[in-house]
């Protein structure tokens, strides 16, 4: 079993900022890729940022220049750093992880979503 766990989502104002912490544990032998995602409401779970194991990155046009996308290898976690935050950033935050396993096949894992919310 893999676990994701996000935290780090809240209320704040337009042009604040939020630092997102996805912590990964359970059976794991190493992580490959790992990103962030979000789904508004009434809209379709999209990407926001991904990050290769070796830290390359790549971000969403919509949030290009105000969000940073990084990890932490040894400790299993990826953050996600939102900056000028815009109303049209609110949405619930996934976290999700490519896991290679100490035993068994390699899956991709969802954490549970943290909710961001962008209000004056």
């Known amino acids: 079993q893999v676990q994701l766990v996000e935290s780090g989502g809240g209320l704040v104002q337009p042009g604040g900022s939020l630092r997102l912490s996805c912590a990964a544990s359970?059976?794991?032998?190493?992580?490959?890729?790992m990103a962030w995602y979000r789904q508004g409401p009434g809209k379709e779970r999209e990407s926001v940022a991904t990050?290769?194991?070796?830290?390359?990155?790549n971000y969403a046009d919509s949030v290009k220049g105000r969000f940073t996308i990084s990890r932490d290898n040894a400790k299993l976690m990826v953050y996600l750093q939102m900056n000028s935050l815009k109303p049209e950033d609110t949405a619930v935050y996934y976290c999700?992880?490519?896991?290679?396993?100490?035993?068994?096949?390699?899956?991709?894992?969802w954490g549970q979503g943290t909710q961001v919310t962008v209000s004056s």
């Open positions: 359970g059976n794991i032998l190493r992580i490959t890729a």
């Open positions: 990050i290769t194991s070796s830290g390359s990155t």
């Open positions: 999700n992880a490519n896991v290679l396993p100490r035993s068994g096949a390699a899956g991709n894992y």
